[in-house]
């Protein structure tokens, strides 16, 4: 079955900027999602189609992609960041969901 | 403001089957959307997609499940169900509802959730 595939950490330090990746065959065919998790709690969507941020996301959350990869960006990282990140798209003919396996974003 | 509420037995007996059900307040489950679905985590590990119902009656789920999955929907009562049979020990997880938002396909993205309810399965 598809899989979505992301890096398991990534550390940075206060202001410093994230890059988290999620790699995927059919991501040029579909669009990408990504949600932050904190402890105990349900996903928020943070960038849907992409790139695009839902309202009350800060700007400093930001979505690109190119061909096969797909990168969430968090510019001026805060404390508050420290979350798990996962990506979510489709598989190629869009008829079930996929989420990636989750990256943990520390900040130092 | 439109909420979602999982609820359901917390423990399954290995071999049964895991029954939940998502109650949406707030508004009309008929005219909120056209989909529902159904997410889970198990303790310590990522997202898993399970599935999701159309209202025309179209299922989408995800072919690890799909033997296993039935989720329908019962506008009188405002609720959607998950069920899930034969399950074991790989199926403990928290499990939550959701609202999908469709863009190109019918899968979409998640942009209301529930709070998730912990279902563990043991004997």
């Known amino acids: 079955s598809y899989e979505l595939t992301q890096p398991p950490s990534v550390s940075v330090s206060p202001g410093q900027t994230a890059r988290i990746t999620c790699s995927g065959d059919?991501?040029?065919?579909?669009?990408a999602y990504w949600y932050q998790q904190k402890p105990g709690q349900a996903p928020v969507l943070v960038i849907y189609k992409d790139s695009e941020r839902p309202s009350g996301i800060p700007e400093r959350f930001s979505g690109s992609s190119s061909g096969t990869t797909v990168t969430l960006t968090i510019s001026g990282v805060q404390a508050e960041d420290e979350a798990d990140y996962y990506c979510q798209s489709a598989d190629s003919s869009g008829t079930y969901g996929v989420f990636g396996g989750g990256t943990k974003l520390t900040v130092l | 403001q439109l909420q979602l509420q999982e609820s359901g037995p917390g423990l399954v007996k290995p071999s049964e089957t895991l029954s939940l059900t998502c109650t949406v307040s707030g508004g009309s489950i008929s005219s909120s959307s056209f989909y529902w679905g159904w997410i889970r985590q198990p303790p310590g590990k990522g997202l898993e997609w399970i599935g999701s119902f159309y209202y025309s009656g179209s299922t989408y789920y995800n072919p690890s499940l799909k033997s296993r999955v039935t989720i329908s929907v019962d506008t009188s009562k405002n609720q959607f169900s998950l069920k899930l049979s034969s399950v074991t020990a790989a199926d403990t997880a928290v499990y939550y509802c959701?609202?999908?938002?469709?863009?190109?396909?019918?899968?979409?993205?998640?942009?209301?959730w529930g709070r998730g309810t912990l279902v563990t399965v043991s004997s």
């Open positions: 959701a609202r999908p938002v469709t863009v190109t396909t019918a899968v979409g993205y998640f942009d209301l």
């Open positions: 059919a991501l040029p065919k579909q669009y």
